[in-house]
């Protein structure tokens, strides 16, 4: 039987907006209300280039990537029309007007997924097809 977490209430999540659920492990998660006061759930990571999709835009039950305009399907996580690639999916219900989310996938899905690592920590690059290494910039 599946345990259920309350995240918050329906409220706390903006029309058309997001929220993000913190984890002891792994990414965050983002969980996206649409005009319909539907709610989904989603690693809070672009299967693209690793956007937070939680500050992307919601329209019907899409979510637009901030970073590279990627339509990432709210129902099943996954990239529409020509892009490809998905990103995972956490069960999510509502009940008396509170958001609940599977506190098993919570705990479990997708921990071994990284955040995007970029600035001045980036160890490598390529430029033009040249590989080169990076380096942080000197401490003061």
């Known amino acids: 039987m599946t345990e259920w977490k309350v995240i918050c209430r329906v409220e706390d999540i903006p029309v058309l907006g997001a ?5 002891p492990q792994g990414m965050d ?3 996206f209300r649409n005009s319909e006061d539907k709610v989904f759930a989603l690693l809070d990571r672009c299967p693209h280039k690793g956007g937070p999709l939680s500050q992307g835009i919601v329209f019907g039950s899409s979510v637009a990537c901030p970073l590279h305009n990627w339509t990432i399907g709210l129902d ?3 990239a529409r029309g020509a892009d490809e690639g998905c990103t995972p999916k956490f069960s999510s219900r509502i009940e008396a007007g509170k958001v609940f989310l599977d506190a098993h ?3 479990t899905l997708a921990l071994d997924v990284q955040p995007p690592h970029a600035g001045p920590g980036t160890s490598s690059g390529a430029v033009g097809g040249q590989s080169l290494a990076v380096q942080a910039a000197p401490s003061a």
């Open 19 to 23: 929220r993000r659920v913190s984890r």
């Open 29 to 31: 998660v983002a969980v």
């Open 76 to 78: 099943d996580g996954c």
């Open 105 to 107: 996938e919570l705990a």
